[in-house]
């Protein structure tokens, strides 16, 4: 996995700035996860969006237009070594036929969309140890029958 | 990806019985999506909640020893063909790194625990379309120095 | 990959009464695309639906509940050899990027729906070699902010 | 999975001189699924062509041999990550043994040609969401015996 | 890689009857590969090219029917293990690249089918060694632009 | 599959001399497949078979020595995206076991060499369509017993 | 595998200062192993650490920022080639379902952490022949029901 | 990854008779361990070390001599899906370099080896969660020079 | 990999008569590795050897003919995990590239037939520790150029 | 598979002084495909060592410690493609398990070391064509029981 230059030159100039992903998500009014799959180029920003983030990491504008790419995604590799992502593909691997399952049951067959879709992560404090928490909402897309 | 016999025959009792997840929920004081992960051998449960449900779908005892078993996890193909599933394996490809980046800014090194972790299924009614709530809270891991 | 026996024994009841998909289409008002794909166990059938089919097979009830239930779809192997099915790979890998840049192009970032899509086939009759028509539909899904 | 320099050299030049793909179609005379296709360098073009595209595009002729050449095509990966590529691959892994099944019936054995074969993508407009409209035309190939 | 019970119980007779390829590429005015590939399930026959092989192997006409089917091919695996079948892989890694640029040279863009396709095995007596000459001719198939 | 920079350059020369594999063939005496092989750094040339070739393309003496070194051979992937090429992945698959079983009959157990071995490209002038036929030739290698 | 720039300037600057990572085990209070996982970017360090060790090594304090970094893990290949690496790995092919079997007795349903985990190497001498001791300690974490 | 059938009775046996692993370890004075690996056939006994096993399970001497064979070993799959068994396969990726690194310079060019190999497992009792103590012994094999 | 029903058969056998490979040998006249290989159906044997080995095992005749069968030969998986047979993958792949080197200068272009080869093992013994003599010898073969 | 640097370098120095690998092993009193593995950096030199082979070539003590240092062994890919190497993998595939039945039956459960291991080349002539000899001898490991 290659990090794109794009994507380290705006993580460094965050780094300068000391601005975290909320604070990001404060100034752009957009939330940080979002916010970090466009920094990441796995997602695509408005012109506007753009020049709101180039600006507020104090690069010029000539980097506008690479964020308002379509980015071919996905980050690989096939089954990830990195624990912290890896723990996803966990997920997917030890819950995803009982999430199938009880998807189905609540909304008859289709799928949860990835695409009409946000993602949010909140720290829950915990005396036993902080938790975090994801949240995903997905579009329910039934299968059409034709 | 074959289903062990011990899932088949219970979802099968619980298609006679008329009975959902969340019915079992309410039966058993557990999570749907937990239930759903006993049943296709996720998750083992103790003596008596295997009972409970053994007998919730009116079968006899004699399957409650394989639930309570410690299985081999993990449901398999590598890249899941199916596309409910397939739509959380593109979660991890798509917003894997924004993910990453955003909880070790929030907690530091470390991940978010696959095992000191559950997961809520909800279904959020919406006049654009329902929309399938996944909400997941694991505990944040911090990277041991020694 | 393993063909299910459901799938056999439609496809034999189909064979012993002479009918063809196209049949079956106007049987049940339903497209032939999408009754093969009920039938090899990649889409679900209503309840009706599959009594009618059943039916039209001269089957008799005790096959109509299974294919109402919600498949684990996709057939394998991951690249397919098959040579029919393997130009739809190749298609995949050689057009793959095109058709992104021109259907980004017209509708901007997000995806063609596979789950609200259609599929037909139809034959055009040519002097030089008839040719197989693959006409898909699928709602542009654009990719939500968040 | 790496973009080749003339293409990166293409699409610029296409941005800057605000050129989409339908207006390449209408000045060279083809699908502008085909053109991309030539700019991805997964399809060659014929001299006059290839003089027409960097004409049109505003570059100058020491391009035009490249575009001739035969490339190695396939884009990889194996399983592509980008989703709206991917949609293609489950089409396949879903619906490829209905479509075979199909596809006999209607020609007996053989194939769809994805070399006699024409792509194009149109933009259905839909109250409902617009769609994206993928026509396939390829020829029949009987298998030949001997 | 497992082989179809019908190739097994096809081969068990025509051992039985003392036949050999050769000897049914006389029978039934087929070439002997192409007899083979419906043996091993990867070509389809006719019904009176079915009928004529099932009567010179001495087995009843039950056996017609499947082998008028058209089959799912490719034998796996990936890579094959096997050395005989694993040169002609080797072949296609090492001349693969040099085949295609002799023969777009020769032809243009476009593929040699392996669909019109026929595939001869000769036996060339050499003092040196015998040697196995095997004679592959397929349609060229231009890429067409649209 | 990334292209050594000594066959791009005797490629480019190649293109500038205006010269096919058919006059290679005629000027150095060897096969015009088994030159393109030299050039893909798939086989090795004798010094002055080196010689011949970098003269006819109008290079110097300096490129002589990398054609005369024994290269790592095969030129990926381990299944080809390329359709020319992957047609020939495909008749391993389809005709694999159908080629086995004859050559075995013919010849008893071994293999068709890969080493001993030449492989020829022919134009067949045919109505409807020319044909390519490649006519491989390899020793019949019995396995030895001991 | 690639090792990181870093990487190779610490391992370097280890050498010239004729340093051993017991040496920097004593200087910097860690344990080498960790110390040596902060060296290949799989571990990252404080500030303080990052300089400790810079400065240990006789380099400028422009490199402490990169080792204070959260990198991402894992360092390929999926089954590793390296014979002492890819020991580890036969020891969990071999070893694994045993291990499980015996934790899970010991513990419960749960896992070995490898994120609250320490890990030492020791030698142990041995007149028919020294050995290596690993230590691994992780936290046992239960299944959390919910 | 399928049990095999001498492991599922010798559990079953071991689960009816209600003895654990370390029990086990009493009555045959080897490590508990390395009886697992007996068990789920990745180690072979003694024809004495046999008896005694099955007749502390309570098992008749037939099914000694298939636990004196010598058992192709490995588990699959190649990246294993069990969480337990997955951190041992993280632990490679992440620290087998660090690991690499420390033991040869503790040692010198060679591998430790996992044949002449002993691995326990303790149970460490600790306040804050108890841990999992896994400690590999593996002599220390110098590459030969010659 | 699943072992053949009749190597099962002729390995107990084998035992049955508590004979060695080695015994084998004596009575066939052949080497225990190729009759090890023979009864592990990766090589075939003459109807005479064939009997010849059934008769020593004090089988009927019957299992003659299918030890005369030329076998798909390989027995996977693609790495192998069981640690003796791993041995020589590594070997493969840490001194591949050596023995190519050192091979093409003693014999210019070519490789080791692994056809016209003969492979014995012998013990040697040794006050240090006994050693597994491993004896190849294949025909080198040229690579022919036409 | 990239060769490094010093690799090509070594190399060519070698064929510039005109000394074969034979001559090497004259000059170092070491083998011939150990000398090799040193350059291809799959074996480590002692500093004496490393000085006289960089003498040997006439280059200058700058490239000694790279030599002296304990390489990431293994050239990959998976399964070569180069038919050299192949063939090795081969006797692997197909060999494998006769092997492993072999030396179990001399030598108990154990391996061959990889590690306390020779590997000779030797040229056998033979009128019928020279054959290339490979000695293996590996000391015998039997597997610890503890």
Redesign the interface.
Known sequence: ?S?PEITQKL?AAKKDKGL???DLEKILG?????I??V??R???ASEE?AKQLVEALGLDESDVEELTE?P??????????????????????????????????????????????????E??E?P???????????????????
């Open positions: 996995m990090i993580l975290s992903f909320t957009r939330d940080e996860v979002w970090a799959a920094i990441y796995q997602a695509s969006e379509y071919v995604k996905g980050l690989g590799p096939i089954v990830p070594t990195d624990p912290l992502i890896y723990r996803f593909y966990e997920i997917m691997q030890v819950y995803g036929m009982p999430m199938k399952a009880v998807i189905h049951e609540k909304f008859g067959d289709g799928i949860m969309s990835a695409i009409d879709f946000t993602l949010d992560i720290k829950e915990d036993k140890g902080d938790r975090v928490k994801v949240i995903m909402s997905g579009k329910f897309l039934p299968y059409k029958k034709w």
